[in-house]
């Protein structure tokens, strides 16, 4: 885990040719650091350890619609009184059957920031619920959450951000490259996705 300082630090050490800031300010590269934060969670399909997260939802009788987790990107796994759920789509159940269906849920929706029960529980119960979710966006109060392993991930992408807003193609390119090959590593290193079972 990091700190922005050492990402500004570490990624002005990629672009070189702004040691002393008159062309990026720590606050353009702070934007920048963030950017690749986000793309280095999105290029891992959210599924790195940091970006996995699980909670449970107390249902009630008669309530169809939950609140989502303020850090929510997309659904994995989920679960009603430990029963697996299958995915449908709100507009289907209106469509076909109307929403006012009640009994034991068997399938979910996502919809806006909410998330569905079809049918609508009939009695109290528990959602288990895993999604991935966007890390909090590093400040100078803010960590990253990745292991140091990462950061040469995200100040390369920063620099690519970086020589691309100067114009500076083949530089933004190499980092790119560069991005690349560490993104590789990273992905065979912490990703395992056991497609088995």
Known sequence: MSTLA???TLTREYIKIDPNARVFSDTTLTNFISRAYFQLQKDGSHRWRECVADTNIATVAGQQDYALPADFLKAD???YNNQWLSTTDKRKINIIQGNNTTGTPNAYYIYGANL???PTPNTTG???FSYFKRLPTITAS???LFPVDFDDGIALYA???AFKS???MDMAAA???DYGAVLGTLLASYIYDDTSV
């Open 6 to 8: 050492s990402l500004i």
């Open 166 to 168: 100067v114009n500076k």
């Open 126 to 128: 528990t959602i288990a």
């Open 77 to 79: 796994l989920v679960r």
């Open 142 to 144: 803010v960590d990253s």
């Open 159 to 161: 620099s690519y951000i």
């Open 116 to 118: 569905g029960m079809y």
């Open 175 to 177: 980092s790119l490259s």
